[in-house]
């Protein structure tokens, strides 16, 4: 960020070193010289400031969709958590589910038709005997 600072004065420098050096190869006189250097370090100036200006914006926007990302990253992996507690309860249930069945199957004994029959026979047997 320091060196997006001092654009506009390296800019205007860097321009006028080369403005002057030119001016000398060319043998112009002192004070045309002057005058291009500073026409030369006005103008780049001005320019720096608007690269200074785009580059601080670019840099602004980028680190505000960082940001916005961050921030979503924060909130996507939080339903994730929200999803994978309610999964595990899920499971939970499902577990205790399958054991309420199981001991309800554990429970169950099949039926046995002898022993029915020999109910029904004595059941019946002392019903006519009561008669």
């Known amino acids: 960020m320091d060196v997006v600072q001092k654009i506009p004065y390296i800019l205007s420098l ?11 190869q060319q043998l112009v006189e002192f004070q045309e010289i002057c005058l291009r250097v500073s026409i030369t370090l006005i103008e780049f100036y001005f320019i720096g400031m608007l690269v200074k200006k785009v580059l601080i914006n670019i840099i602004q926007e980028t680190k505000e969709k960082e940001e916005l990302e ?62």
């Open 14 to 24: 860097v321009s006028s070193l080369i403005v002057a050096i030119v001016s000398l």
């Open 70 to 131: 961050k921030e979503q990253n924060i909130e996507q992996e939080q339903k994730e958590k929200i999803m994978e507690q309610n999964q595990n309860n899920e499971n939970k249930n499902d577990k205790q589910d399958n054991n309420e069945n199981e001991e309800i199957i554990n429970e169950f004994s099949p039926l046995q038709p002898k022993e029915v029959i020999k109910d029904e026979t004595k059941v019946i047997s002392n019903m006519l005997k009561e008669k």
